[in-house]
């Protein structure tokens, strides 16, 4: 079993920067994949950004060149850097973390952006 717990998030105005952490903790594997997921209330889950082992990254449309997501495999951490923060980026943001065909999911934290 693997544990997710994340931090960050909270309220900034627009063009603001936040910064998201998750940890992992637990029985993980070397091979995964991280990442960050939001969810608005009625919406369906979004991919933010994605981060594997290999180091390859990916990006939601949306947030390419503000937003910036790193890692640390020995320490099974994944970060999300969110620059020029938008209204509509604002959402409940959710960690997860993809091993051993699994897919495990952090608690969520709230990221609101308005003036």
């Known amino acids: 079993q693997v544990q997710l717990v994340e931090s960050g998030g909270g309220l900034v105005q627009p063009g603001g920067s936040l910064r998201l952490s998750c940890a992992a903790s637990?029985?993980?594997?070397?091979?995964?994949?991280m990442g960050w997921y939001r969810q608005a209330p009625g919406k369906q889950r979004e991919l933010v950004a994605t981060?594997?082992?290999?180091?390859?990254?990916k990006y939601a449309d949306s947030v390419k060149g503000r937003f910036t997501i790193s890692g640390d495999n020995a320490k099974n951490t994944v970060d999300l850097q969110m620059n020029n923060l938008k209204p509509e980026d604002t959402d409940v943001y959710y960690c997860?973390?993809?091993?051993?065909?699994?897919?495990?999911w952090g608690q969520g934290t709230q990221v609101t952006v308005s003036s």
């Open positions: 637990g029985s993980t594997f070397s091979i995964n994949v």
């Open positions: 981060r594997a082992s290999n180091f390859f990254t």
């Open positions: 997860y973390r993809n091993e051993r065909g699994r897919t495990y």
